[in-house]
């Protein structure tokens, strides 16, 4: 499309959750206290969306920590909604906040949540994750896994982005389920290759 052809100017923008993902998030238990429980269902989700075609191989979850009373789910839909912005940390804190109604989710009550993440977050969803007031993050794949399988570029991620994390509070895990977290990109990467998925 060129910009001398443009279509009237939008009043709105948005993403809306894949049919598939709304059934999965309805048939999961509303309670997941299991930190590994809580990664598998995510990297589960990361592996649907592949499979699905919606988005590239990652997925979220916003969760209290000490409850496991689940507060999000979402996975990436950059391909779904035509939208570069909407990545699975960027759709998953996009939606706690408009469920609990608040732009700080390390507001008081909201202080103890939790972002479970198939990866490590890329430059940009790095900056969300700061700004949403998360006070901790549990992450599978590590970034320089992300860019060797995959062939993604992760923007400028400072290396110190743990240290830069911790330092504004929010605590940081990482390793939970690599292995699974890897076989999901491997397995997208190979369908890139076989022609069966197209790269975000």
Do not use: K
């Amino acid at each position: 499309m060129t910009t001398d052809a443009l279509p009237p100017h939008p009043d709105a923008f948005g993403v809306e959750l894949p049919v598939w993902l709304r059934e999965e998030i309805a048939a999961m238990p509303p309670r997941v206290p299991d930190a590994q429980e809580r990664m598998r269902f995510v990297l589960h989700l990361a592996a649907r969306s592949v499979e699905e075609g919606t988005g590239g191989p990652f997925a979220a979850m916003v969760l209290d920590r000490a409850t496991g009373r689940v507060v999000s789910v979402g996975t990436n839909l950059v391909t779904g909604s035509g939208l570069s912005a909407a990545h699975a940390e960027v759709v998953t804190l996009s939606l706690a906040q408009a469920r609990l109604g608040t732009h700080d989710l390390g507001a008081h009550g909201t202080e103890g949540l939790v972002l479970v993440i198939s990866a490590q977050p890329c430059a940009m969803c790095l900056g969300a994750v700061i700004w949403s007031g998360v006070r901790a993050v549990d992450i599978a794949a590590l970034g320089a896994d992300v860019e060797r399988i995959t062939g993604f570029d992760e923007g400028p991620v400072p290396a110190d982005w743990r240290e830069q994390l911790e330092g504004r509070g929010i605590a940081v895990t990482t390793g939970r389920c690599e292995t699974e977290a890897l076989a999901v990109l491997e397995d997208y990467r190979a369908r890139v290759d076989a022609g069966s998925s197209t790269l975000y």
